[in-house]
């Protein structure tokens, strides 16, 4: 397992964007099969993206055609564009890798006005 690391988390208002990305291991397996979750304080964590080793994409229906998964190999990292953000994609967002079970430690996004 590696520790991975997230970033690109913050305060954005309804309607704005980000991108978060996530890096740490030097493996490129590890990136195989990546994942971003959240979760909101009380509740499970749930699976906003996936991308397979195969670069198909599986998305939480609340955020499709709003977030997009990549994965750069060259650089050993995955992103999370998040487009259109809405109050309720508050939370903590934590990469995974479905590969070697290596995690991120998480970032907090949060959008308010």
């Known amino acids: 397992q590696a520790r991975l690391l997230e970033s690109g988390g913050g305060l954005v208002q309804p309607g704005g964007s980000l991108r978060l990305s996530c890096a740490g291991s030097?493996?490129?397996?590890?990136?195989?099969?990546m994942g971003w979750l959240r979760q909101v304080r009380g509740k499970e964590r749930e699976l906003v993206a996936r991308?397979?080793?195969?670069?198909?994409?599986y998305y939480k229906d609340s955020v499709k055609g709003r977030f997009t998964i990549s994965r750069d190999d060259a650089n050993l990292t995955v992103h999370l564009q998040m487009n259109r953000l809405t109050p309720e994609d508050t939370a903590v967002y934590y990469c995974?890798?479905?590969?070697?079970?290596?995690w991120g430690q998480g970032t907090q996004v949060t959008v308010s006005s």
């Open positions: 995974r890798s479905f590969e070697d079970d290596s």
């Open positions: 030097r493996k490129l397996s590890t990136f195989y099969d």
């Open positions: 991308i397979f080793i195969d670069g198909r994409t």
